[in-house]
């Protein structure tokens, strides 16, 4: 079976995509020109079973289901940090500051970043990641 057309197209961004150890994406587009390309390439003479469709189909959808799980649990994290940081408005924290020394403020304000929120102490951006205690 010949799927060189295949392997030499980009992978497309239809659906979640899901990454190989190789570390390129194969998206639901992907998977489905896999799938036709092994329909046009099979031996008419010794189909596959529709058992092994099945299975792959079954593999599939479960592979799509857990990365939509794994994107709405980032999701779920990134919520909760928020509200989290959001409660420290107005306490004071204790940090570890750039040049790896413990100091301390009052948070006044937050931002939310790529990275997670970014608590304001002061004139300074701490990591919510980077806060050791909290008290008042």
């Not at 289901?65 to 204790?94: D, N, P």
Request: aromatic share 4%; charged share 10%.
């Amino acid at each position: 079976m010949s799927v060189s057309s295949i392997g030499n197209t980009p992978p497309t961004t239809a659906g979640s995509p899901a990454t190989s150890g190789a570390g390129t994406a194969l998206g639901t587009g992907d998977f489905l020109k896999l799938l036709v390309a092994e329909l046009k390439n099979q031996d008419p003479m010794n189909p596959a079973s529709g058992t092994e469709f099945l299975a792959q189909t079954a593999q599939f959808t479960s592979v799509e289901k857990l990365t939509q799980m794994a994107q709405q649990y980032s999701s779920l994290i990134a919520s909760q940090q928020a509200t989290e940081a959001t409660g420290l408005i107005g306490r004071t924290v204790g940090y570890t500051d750039a040049n790896g020394s413990p100091a301390q403020g009052i948070v006044s304000g937050i931002s939310l970043v790529a990275s997670g929120p970014v608590l304001k102490v002061g004139t300074i951006d701490v990591p919510l990641t980077s806060v050791s205690s909290v008290t008042g």
